[in-house]
């Protein structure tokens, strides 16, 4: 026990004794104090003991202290007023409650004198001015709204609510395969792609043998609930969570965004403190304090852009996927990937792939960079080259012979390619790609994400292959849009989705001459002109760069480009031509209403 309480206890009891033992005057100022130091210091018992009606204060001071929940009690002493036999003492109580909340008041203490002796004359009001003696004080909560997430244009994406969650044990189902199709047949208006067969063949490499089969909101479950109770083997419970409003509007984007503001969606919760009757009924309020609900999170997502794409790569029996970013904010538009792809994770924008021909625009990069070339510059292209011991040749063997470099980007010609990266200097590769995005580590909130790896390369054949987008360096969807929307910004934007939650960037992104962003500009531009990805000609004023990626059993399909204030990287995995991938752009750009 401290110094200080054993003080105010003593002090108390001195008082306490003199009250009881002594004839001379006493004053009423340091018997209220008694009682203040006795109440503050949780004695209840002292307290009581300095009023006429011990019982009834001791009662009424502990339920004040319980009731609030109180950690402590500060109180301060005001002016005395005596008259006669009576006398009032100002007091400030400052109540210390839960979660750093502070109560203060002020009131009048009343006191009375009988046979010489100042004792506290018991009302309720000794512990506040507005509390009636058969009335209790209680603390009470306001729970503040949760956040809400929206996307670009303000719709919600992510509300707070209740989800289900229905899990199948296939040792606990007498019939597993009854069950298992019972179940697909109930979720079938949620869920119309899962078949009893798939999902008993999940349930049973269960880890621990529980399958949790589908997450159900609130009216979901009303609609299919009552179908899955009774079911052996299947449970079904219930628990607060972040709720998609939409299960086909960016799902798998949307679970990482949820998992990094789960933790930040409550606001401040507001208090009151309030009387009670002895039936319990609320009688007044005596001091509130008002919630502060968690401001709402803003993504960077416009639903136009990611309903287009996503319907766009969800027609494609391949693994698919298209980023979208804007430019001139660095805002992801869209990230867009079909259930093929969702198997592996978020590819999109954290999965490595060989880019094909679209590294070219990198290359061509470097090129005028080291001021090997411009887009003006003839090179050669034959249907063929051998450098080294490699020999690389042009798709199907074309040959266009000797051609600006601009008309070699547009018929994407590996030869001329290859033999312009040979010639650049070892770091060349890699300081052109950092230069449009490429290479650093971006950590941007509620998106996991990599751009890619272009090392440096110390070999003419080394440097042949990579300039073609085959060799070493790989790169994601979410990088190759990084690259679109730097050159058609004129400088690297920094990538975001989440509104204030800002994106950090590890590595140096050099800013590129104006003059390489031009030449690539023009060149690209060609490419949909007249070149490779002429089927997006009448899709407006497109710039892009098509690639078709060898790898083992098949080859990759590319498109990068950018249209207005829009930029997309598109990659159909081993889907061949990037005439696919061209298509699949096309069908998104289509699908965007008037002004996009």
């Known amino acids: 026990m401290s ?38 210091g949780r004695d209840l018992e002292a307290a009581a003991n300095i009023t006429n009606l011990p019982e009834r204060a001791s009662t009424a001071l502990t339920s004040a202290w319980q009731q609030l929940q109180a950690e402590g009690l500060d109180v301060r002493s005001g002016d005395t007023r005596v008259t006669g036999d009576t006398a009032t003492v100002d007091y400030t109580y400052s109540w210390r409650l839960p979660k750093e909340r502070v109560w203060t008041y002020r009131g009048q203490l009343q006191m009375g004198r009988s046979e010489g002796r100042w004792t506290v004359r018991w009302t309720a009001s000794d512990i506040h001015p507005r509390l009636g003696d058969t009335q209790t004080l209680e603390l009470r909560a306001t729970p503040a709204p949760r956040a809400r997430v929206n996307e670009r244009s303000g719709s919600d994406v992510l509300v707070p609510g209740t989800v289900h969650r229905v899990v199948f044990t296939v040792a606990k189902a007498a019939d597993p395969t009854y069950v298992a199709n019972a179940i697909a047949t109930a979720l079938n208006p949620i869920t119309p792609k899962l078949t009893g067969t798939a999902l008993l063949a999940a349930a049973r490499k269960a880890d621990g043998g529980a399958y949790p089969v589908e997450i159900l909101t609130e009216w979901e479950y009303n609609q299919v609930g009552g179908d899955l109770l009774g079911l052996p083997g299947v449970t079904v419970s219930s628990e607060w969570d972040m709720v998609s409003t ?18 930040e969606v409550d606001g401040r919760a507001g208090w009151r403190v309030v009387t009670q009757n002895s039936n319990g009924a609320d009688i007044a309020v005596l001091h509130e304090v008002e919630p502060e609900p968690a401001p709402s999170f803003s993504l960077s997502l416009d639903r136009h852009v990611q309903n287009a794409a996503q319907r766009a790569v ?7 996927m298209t980023v979208v970013l804007q430019p001139s904010t660095g805002a992801i538009l869209a990230v867009a990937q079909n259930r093929a792809a969702d198997r592996d994770g978020p590819v999109a924008t954290s999965g490595l792939y060989p880019p094909g021909s679209t590294f070219k625009t990198i290359t061509a990069a470097a090129a005028m960079n080291a001021g090997i070339a411009t887009p003006d510059t003839v090179v050669p292209c034959p249907s063929r080259i051998t450098i080294g011991e490699r020999t690389i040749p042009n798709y199907n063997l074309f040959t266009v012979g000797d051609v600006p470099l601009a008309t070699a980007y547009e018929r994407s010609c590996n030869t001329a390619f290859a033999k312009i990266s040979s010639q650049l200097p070892s770091d060349a590769l890699h300081l052109a790609a950092a230069q449009l995005g490429i290479g650093p580590d971006y950590t941007v ?4 994400t990599v751009s890619g790896q272009v090392p440096e390369s110390k070999t003419a054949v080394q440097r042949a292959e990579d300039g073609i987008g085959q060799g070493k ?11 679109a929307a730097t050159i058609a910004n004129g400088a690297a934007p920094v990538p975001y989705l989440i509104s204030g939650h800002n994106t950090t960037v590890d590595g140096q992104r050099p800013a590129a001459d104006s003059e390489v962003i031009d030449g690539l500009r023009m060149m690209m531009r060609k490419v949909v002109l007249g070149g490779t990805a002429e089927r997006i000609a009448d899709m407006g004023e497109v710039y892009g ?20 204030d829009m930029a997309f990287a598109t990659l159909l995995v081993k889907a061949g031509s990037s005439d696919n991938a061209v298509a699949v752009t ?5 699908a965007l209403p008037a002004g996009y």
């Open 3 to 40: 110094t200080r309480i054993l003080t105010l206890l003593f002090a108390a009891a001195v008082t306490i004794a003199a009250v009881g033992c002594s004839s001379g005057p006493q004053r009423p100022a340091l018997v209220a104090e008694a009682f203040f130091d006795a109440f503050a």
């Open 246 to 263: 939409d299960r086909d509007f960016a799902p798998d984007l949307l679970t990482q965004v949820r998992k990094t503001i789960i933790d």
């Open 314 to 320: 969800d027609a494609r029996p391949e693994q698919a």
């Open 445 to 448: 909130a509620g998106l996991p």
């Open 473 to 483: 360096v790989v790169v994601s969807p979410f990088g190759m849009a990084l690259v």
């Open 545 to 564: 760069k098509t690639g078709e990626a060898e790898v083992e059993g098949g080859s990759h399909s590319w498109f990068i480009g950018y249209r207005g």
């Open 586 to 590: 096309r069908e998104m750009l289509t």
